[in-house]
């Protein structure tokens, strides 16, 4: 008997999966030309598996909401109050750029339009608020499913930041972004609403405060950056629901949780997931308040899409999807002209008010602005300048690079070495699976609205980092394309969920296929982060935290800050400048004496190595020969690994009876700093 493919969308599904897994082997091993057919099967077989099922309501629908009623004087009264307070506070900030109390005249302001928003529409504030505390009890089980996945999330951070590389180490640039946060805690003035650090970092205002509040650590560096690339999750889903069901959209948010590439990604001084936080829950407010004709939502959207440009410099851009989703409402949207100007009016009052603290500052110092954008993308602009069209092809070799980095294959010199893999690529292979599906649909379909805000969100993101590609395949650049990747995925699993009903006619066998999805894309991340950071073989090999110029001038500063500031400190190097660490110490950093630049038997004759230098004068502590200090009871040399040969030798010949103690990475032992620590009595004695 012949048995008709159509009747069994589920066949075709599993065989679009099997495909797109080949796709992704043989893009991982090199065969890229071979890869295209199998891409090609996958589409298609996706396509009629697809074609068999219902579109989702959410994609099809167009909730008008409830019709605007009669005015009233007290919505037109609060609408026009929210107005002239978020212009009010906008002007107070654009003067004055730096932060204050008046930042909760915006969400008062926000407050102010929801109520007017409410009494337009014929509601009170009792009214508004019960209709509010039922579409909450009556959406708990879904709120409730993301709380545990939120919370799971952010269980899965602390625990990383809690291992040893990231709780004893620090990526090289951190050191300057943890300097600039140091600082500005530490400043007397007003914090400015918007400053970088190296070049691009911003938006390390959190991490001052968290220094202020708990002092100066790794993990109190890293808290807020936990909190924060927690906030992706509901952010994402805020995101996702506006095109996709609740289960699936769980299951992307679940997906995205656990993600190896995007934890790792917002875990480093860097910021690099902020903007894709703001991205995501700001188009999907926007999206809402298409959706649902609520101009406060698009309000809401677009003070929060403004908040791209106080992050990581890449993320200024993020916004611009948003261009492409009203564009086709406001031209041809089925509602009347005069309720698409309010909600495009709305979106831009909201955008431009978060907006110009950034403005007035950039205006009046362009370096905050570019940032180090101008130097690297200059080969870029040159090729340009010179030839526009052939300056943008140029762009589509390192983009595809970077897309078969991200689903595919690894690459050892792609960006930061802590968000490298050995093997598969920065995605894990069911997740690469049902993104590389998403795209696949998304060009395919892209008139659609969701598929409107994936092509031109990854476009933006993936040329970006095509063009900065001076010095290294710079996946870390990524982290905008993050929100659009796990979209199309949840597009895919939103599809796949209808055909698993059709197929098997119930909805516990596809809430089933979601939940093992879900435990699956989670285990394997989970493992996957396991390996990369407690496997020593793994860390020595690729781990720049634990590096010796990084996590050796951590243990430094812990060791002395454990024995306290009763005695005088005084490293010993030729290079190692452990000055870029004074922001972790209590107590008085160590004074660096350069071994080098004097003669070896005669350390009187050393200078001073880095900004920290000595004091002289009555009381004050002598690095030879030794001399403590008034109200100091010992002098301990601190001596890195590298620098052993210099001094040791010379301080145990003159002073023998001193304590030698070493200190070494607990989890991979690669290095040995050494400290010699001599009393007051022991000075007394010398060679006796």
């Known amino acids: 008997m012949k048995i008709s493919m159509d009747r069994y969308p589920g066949v075709l599904l599993l065989l679009a999966l099997v495909c797109s897994w080949g796709t992704l082997y043989l893009l991982s091993v090199g065969a890229a030309w071979l890869a295209i057919p199998t891409a090609a099967a996958a589409l298609f077989s996706m396509i009629d598996a697809f074609r068999l099922a219902p579109l989702p309501v959410a994609t099809v629908s167009d909730d008008v909401g409830?019709?605007?009623?009669?005015?009233?004087?007290?919505?037109?009264?609060?609408?026009?109050?929210?107005?002239?307070?978020?212009?009010?506070?906008?002007?107070?900030?654009?003067?004055d750029p730096y932060i204050d109390w008046s930042l909760l005249l915006y969400p008062l302001a926000l407050l102010l339009a929801w109520y007017g928003e409410g009494r337009l529409r014929g509601q009170g504030l009792g009214r508004q608020l019960r209709a509010l505390g039922a579409s909450i009890r009556q959406r708990r089980v879904e709120l409730?499913?993301?709380?545990?996945?939120?919370?799971?999330?952010?269980?899965?951070?602390?625990?990383?930041?809690?291992?040893?590389?990231?709780?004893?180490?620090?990526?090289?640039d951190e050191v300057d972004t943890a300097l600039s946060a140091w600082n500005l805690a530490h400043s007397t003035g007003p914090w400015p609403l918007y400053q970088i650090s190296t070049g691009a970092v911003s938006f390390f205002q959190p991490i001052s405060a968290s220094f202020a509040l708990f002092g100066t650590s790794l993990l109190s560096l890293r808290i807020p950056l936990v909190i924060e690339g927690t906030m992706l999750v509901p952010a994402f889903y805020v995101f996702a629901r506006q095109f996709v069901g609740v289960a699936p959209g769980l299951c992307a948010a679940t997906l995205l949780g656990f993600a190896y590439w995007p934890v790792m990604l917002s875990l480093f001084a860097f910021g690099w997931m902020n903007g894709a936080v703001f991205q995501a829950l700001g188009l999907g407010l926007l999206a809402y308040a298409v959706r649902r004709g609520r101009f406060t939502a698009a309000a809401a959207g677009g003070a929060v899409l403004a908040l791209c440009l106080y992050c990581y410099g890449v993320s200024r851009l993020l916004p611009l999807p948003a261009i492409v989703l009203l564009a086709p409402f406001v031209i041809r949207g089925?509602?009347?002209?005069?309720?698409?100007?309010?909600?495009?009016?709305?979106?831009?009052?909201?955008?431009l008010m978060v907006a110009a603290p950034f403005a007035s500052t950039v205006i009046s110092n362009t370096d905050l602005l570019y940032g180090n954008g101008n130097i690297d993308a200059h080969d870029f602009e040159v090729a340009l300048k010179h030839n526009p069209l052939t300056a943008l092809a140029g762009l589509l070799d390192p983009a595809g690079r970077l897309m078969d980095t991200v689903l595919a294959?690894?690459?050892?010199?792609?960006?930061?070495?802590?968000?490298?893999?050995?093997?598969?690529?920065?995605?894990?292979?069911?997740?690469?699976?049902?993104?590389?599906?998403?795209?696949?649909?998304?060009?395919?379909?892209?008139?659609?609205?969701?598929?409107?805000?994936?092509?031109?969100a990854l476009l933006i993101s993936f040329g970006v980092a095509s063009a900065v590609q001076g010095y290294w395949l710079d996946?870390?650049?990524?982290?905008?394309?993050?929100?659009?990747?796990?979209?199309?995925?949840a597009c895919v699993l939103d599809r796949g969920f209808a055909v698993i009903r059709l197929t098997w006619r119930s909805m516990r066998w596809a809430l089933a296929a979601l939940l093992a999805i879900s435990v699956a894309g989670a285990g394997a991340n989970i493992h996957r982060v396991a390996a990369q950071l407690t496997?020593?073989?793994?860390?020595?090999?690729?781990?720049?935290?634990?590096?010796?110029?990084?996590?050796?001038?951590?243990?430094?500063?812990?060791?002395?800050?454990?024995?306290?500031?009763?005695?005088?400190?005084?490293?010993?190097?030729?290079?190692?400048?452990?000055?870029?660490?004074?922001?972790?110490?209590?107590?008085?950093?160590?004074?660096?004496?350069?071994?080098?630049?004097?003669?070896?038997?005669?350390?009187?004759?050393?200078?001073?190595?880095?900004?920290?230098?000595?004091?002289?004068?009555?009381?004050?502590?002598?690095?030879?020969?030794?001399?403590?200090?008034?109200?100091?009871?010992?002098?301990?040399?601190?001596?890195?690994?590298?620098?052993?040969?210099?001094?040791?030798?010379?301080?145990?010949?003159?002073?023998?009876?001193?304590?030698?103690?070493?200190?070494?990475?607990?989890?991979?032992?690669?290095?040995?700093?050494?400290?010699?620590?001599?009393?007051?009595?022991?000075?007394?004695?010398?060679?006796?």
Request: hydrophobic share 45%; with cysteine; aromatic share 12%.
């Open 334 to 351: 089925v509602r009347p002209p005069r309720d698409r100007l309010r909600l495009l009016v709305a979106f831009g009052l909201g955008f």
């Open 144 to 172: 409730a499913l993301l709380a545990i996945v939120t919370c799971a999330s952010l269980v899965l951070r602390f625990w990383i930041i809690l291992q040893y590389p990231l709780l004893h180490g620090m990526q090289t």
């Open 535 to 688: 496997d020593c073989s793994v860390l020595a090999a690729q781990f720049q935290v634990l590096s010796q110029e990084t996590d050796e001038g951590v243990l430094i500063a812990e060791k002395v800050n454990a024995l306290g500031p009763h005695r005088a400190y005084f490293l010993v190097s030729h290079s190692f400048q452990n000055w870029l660490y004074t922001w972790l110490y209590h107590v008085p950093p160590p004074v660096e004496y350069d071994a080098a630049s004097g003669p070896a038997n005669n350390p009187a004759l050393w200078q001073p190595l880095g900004p920290v230098v000595r004091t002289t004068g009555p009381g004050s502590a002598r690095f030879w020969p030794p001399a403590a200090g008034s109200g100091q009871t010992a002098i301990t040399y601190i001596v890195p690994d590298g620098d052993r040969g210099y001094f040791l030798p010379l301080v145990q010949r003159e002073y023998p009876h001193g304590e030698l103690q070493t200190l070494q990475n607990s989890v991979c032992p690669a290095f040995k700093t050494t400290f010699y620590t001599l009393t007051t009595q022991q000075i007394a004695r010398g060679r006796t």
């Open 475 to 489: 996946t870390y650049r990524l982290g905008g394309a993050v929100p659009a990747l796990f979209l199309a995925a």
């Open 409 to 456: 294959a690894p690459r050892m010199d792609s960006g930061y070495a802590a968000v490298r893999i050995s093997h598969n690529g920065l995605l894990d292979a069911l997740t690469a699976m049902l993104v590389l599906l998403g795209l696949l649909y998304a060009v395919v379909y892209w008139r659609r609205p969701q598929n409107l805000l994936i092509v031109p």
């Open 66 to 95: 409830t019709a605007m009623a009669v005015r009233t004087r007290y919505g037109l009264r609060a609408l026009l109050l929210a107005a002239l307070l978020a212009i009010g506070t906008a002007v107070h900030f654009y003067r």
